[in-house]
């Protein structure tokens, strides 16, 4: 299958910080990708939508300016969460699409934050 | 808006036992329906999918059910081993063309027991 290669896979950073993770597409061309987080024993819930070459679709709740996120190549984008809070400690998760229908979603190895 | 809920949440059965998860999505629109397992700290993992013109898929020891009027799905695992375990997450989606995205349930945590 294809590979979605995410780093770091754990960080930890002091509360203030910003914090920034990459999600790479090795084998395919993803012009959209999709960020998760999800805390402990909780489900993915979808944070954004990012596109290559503009903005990205933030969903309800999300702060755009909280969580930047740049989707400059066909390959990569990147979130970066600003002024981290121990409240902003998750497991981040990036996927994309590929395949002949493009229906399969691939993931990341995830990142664990623990802001402290 | 979307919205997919997932039963039970969690789940425990005998080794070689049957294991049925239920999902129900709220979103018509939606057309992909993939589970997925994931274990503690891991990425999730692709089981199987069904798309909105199948109504059922089947592979191996696990099987997926799909009932577009009454908008749900179900994951069904017979000959339950160990191994197993994890948490499965249903998902949903609209469109086939890889810019939708999936929305989960809320997880089912599958025990196994010897």
Redesign the interface.
């Known amino acids: 299958g294809a590979v979605v290669s995410q780093h770091p896979s754990w960080v930890i950073c002091k509360s203030g910080t910003s914090v920034k993770i990459e999600c790479r597409s090795l084998d395919f061309q993803a012009t959209t990708m999709f960020w998760y987080r999800q805390f402990p024993k909780q489900s993915l819930m979808l944070m954004a939508t990012s596109n290559e070459g503009s903005k990205a679709t933030y969903e309800q709740g999300v702060e755009k300016d909280k969580f930047l996120i740049n989707h400059a190549s066909l390959t990569l984008s990147t979130l970066t969460v600003t002024s981290a809070h121990p409240e902003d400690s998750s497991f981040y998760i990036c996927s994309g699409f590929a395949g002949t229908e493009r229906s399969e979603a691939f993931f990341g190895q995830g990142t664990r934050l623990t802001v402290v | ?1 979307e919205n997919v809920e997932q039963h039970p949440s969690t789940l425990s059965v005998q080794e070689g036992d049957s294991a049925v998860i239920k999902c129900t999505y709220s979103d018509s629109a939606s057309n ?1 329906f ?1 589970w997925y397992k994931q274990e503690l ?4 993992q ?1 089981i199987i ?1 069904i ?1 909105s013109n199948v109504g059922e898929k089947k592979d191996q020891r696990i099987a997926v059910t799909l009932n577009k009027t009454a908008k749900h799905f179900s994951l069904h695992i017979t000959e339950t081993q160990p191994e197993d375990s994890a948490v499965y ?1 249903c998902a949903a ?1 609209r469109g ?4 939708n ?7 089912t945590r599958l025990a196994v027991h010897p």
């Open positions: 808006g992909y993939p700290g891991k990425r999730p692709l999918d798309r997450f989606s086939t063309g890889g810019y995205k999936l929305i989960f349930g809320a997880g």
